[in-house]
């Protein structure tokens, strides 16, 4: 049953993917958008014969706004060191989403069933596009869906609409089913997880417009044309990315329901072998030859070293749970002394005083301490 699914909605995705790279007429910009058809709420969520359980993650030891706080950072941080690399394009796409899944739990906390949840999601899911962009860089070996969308950002003539679909392909359909395997598709007492699963698909049409807009303001305006951002635009963005969210889960489902190696290899294999074909399928449209070098001349008097967001941030919280947190030491205001006293030990307790604040993991050297 989960196979046959899979195929029908791979192909009802491969055609909302050509529909959304190549662009499509559609009505006046500015029109309300279509409503968000929630057919994916409609299939139920099947038993698995695993049943693990969420837990701390890397960058996030306990679930709290700090850990989406720390990987909006991280984000940054990977957009503004790509520059106009066509890799950006991903990563700008993925900072909006995720500031968008924070200003959503911080607006409205009730907002999923299990916010917990979606915090260790996303620390996990995050983690994966972190360790394949750092194997990448070193040379490493990556997964197919992820080499075809490295491959193309490094040459060719794509656009930046298909630099945006192969990432979210790479990162969906090949990575979030492993981790949502991880965490568990139910919880303790057996019920579903699926609904909240589901509600991410309203986030991302909430996100789609910011999305387009960063990505067209600093890395190639023919987005405005693949991807107007108008009604017919955003249903056929919406579908293909809700068709390859529920592939996911029923492929979570399938590695959750893998009692051998030889069960979870072809698992696996099919998982691989999907995203793979997805990512040639998106990348084998290709503008005229010297696109490239246009999309570069563009990006190079665009590009914002101040990425555009989603908007302004909840105030972040005083303490972080994640790892890698830097505590800056308490700096002790100076004791007034009087002229011409000197004590003989002052200089060599103030040495001491300052290698034991450098010690403690301040992110900065603050020298001898004054008395």
Not at 15 to 34: E, L
Not at 135 to 154: C, D, E, I, N
Request: some cysteine.
């Amino acid at each position: 049953m989960a196979r046959g699914w899979i195929r029908i909605s791979a192909s009802l995705g491969m055609c909302a993917a050509a529909f959304a790279v190549c662009g499509a007429s559609a009505p006046a910009a500015g029109a309300d958008s279509p409503p968000n058809v929630g057919w994916p709420d409609l299939l139920p969520a099947l038993g698995t014969a695993e049943n693990p359980q969420p837990g701390p993650q890397p960058g996030c030891l306990s679930p709290s706004m700090a850990c989406l706080d720390y990987e909006i950072a991280r984000m940054r941080e990977a957009q503004q060191g790509l520059g106009c690399d066509h890799r950006g394009v991903f990563a700008t796409t993925y900072l909006v989403l995720t500031e968008v899944l924070r200003n959503t739990l911080a607006g409205d906390p009730a907002y999923f069933d299990d916010r917990d949840y979606l915090i260790y999601e996303d620390a996990l899911f995050a983690h994966y596009y972190f360790r394949t962009l750092d194997a990448w860089k070193s040379g490493q070996a990556v997964p197919g869906a992820w080499r075809v969308a490295f491959q193309t950002a490094a040459s060719g003539d794509a656009n930046a609409a298909q630099d945006m679909l192969l990432g979210i392909n790479a990162h969906v359909q090949r990575d979030m089913p492993y981790v949502m395997a991880t965490l568990g598709l139910h919880r303790p007492d057996g019920s579903s997880r699926k609904a909240d699963h589901d509600r991410v698909n309203q986030l991302l049409d909430d996100a789609y417009g910011p999305v387009v807009r960063a990505v067209a303001a600093n890395y190639d305006d023919f987005v405005h044309t693949t991807n107007p951002d108008t009604p017919a635009d955003h249903l056929a963005g919406l579908e293909l990315v809700k068709t390859w969210r529920e592939n996911v889960w029923r492929n979570a489902e399938r590695l959750l329901d893998a009692t051998t190696l030889e069960q979870r290899q072809a698992v696996e294999q099919s998982i691989e072998s999907n995203a793979e074909q997805s990512a040639r399928a998106i990348a084998a449209i290709q503008q005229p030859s010297g696109y490239r070098a246009q999309r570069d001349a563009y990006c190079a008097a665009h590009f914002r070293r101040t990425p555009a967001t989603a908007g302004p941030l909840a105030p972040r919280p005083t303490k972080t749970s994640f790892k890698r947190a830097k505590h800056k030491p308490k700096h002790r205001r100076p004791r007034r002394r009087r002229r011409g006293h000197r004590h003989p030990g002052n200089r060599t307790r103030s040495k001491r005083r300052g290698l034991a604040h450098h010690g403690r993991g301040s992110s900065q050297s603050v020298g001898p301490a004054r008395r």
